[in-house]
């Protein structure tokens, strides 16, 4: 079992940054996959980027590319998403996930991941 604790979401103005962090319990954080996904209201929850367990593969979703990077710490046991040039359509509900199979890829559909965090809301206003 995995368990994630999101933070570092806030209210930021248009072309702002934050950075959001996921802390993962256990000894097994560098075995996995991660993910970040968001929700905003009244929409699905949508792929947003992934590492790959060595963290030498990452994935992005096409309206981040060029503006967010994830990256990971496996030695503190976490995984980061730096955001830039955040518009107000990036507001949402930002998800981190964990995948169970340990050595797996960078995937991008969120039913590829086992072990989610209760999420850090990030509002961007214009």
């Known amino acids: 079992q995995v368990q994630l604790v999101e933070s570092g979401g806030g209210l930021v103005q248009a072309g702002g940054s934050l950075r959001l962090s996921c802390a993962a319990s256990?000894?097994?954080?560098?075995?996995?996959?991660m993910g970040w996904f968001r929700q905003a209201p009244g929409k699905e929850r949508e792929f947003v980027a992934a590492?790959?367990?060595?963290?030498?593969?990452?994935n992005y979703a096409d309206p981040v590319k060029g503006r967010f990077t994830i990256s990971r710490d496996n030695a503190k046991n976490t995984v980061y998403l730096q955001m830039n040039s955040l518009k107000p359509e990036d507001t949402a509900v930002y998800y981190c996930?964990?995948?169970?199979?340990?050595?797996?890829?960078?995937?991008?559909?969120?039913?590829?991941?086992?072990?989610w965090g209760q999420g850090t809301q990030v509002t961007v206003s214009s």
């Open positions: 256990g000894r097994t954080f560098s075995r996995h996959a």
């Open positions: 590492i790959k367990w060595s963290g030498s593969r990452t």
């Open positions: 996930a964990a995948r169970s199979p340990y050595y797996s890829d960078a995937e991008t559909s969120p039913t590829e991941y086992d072990f």
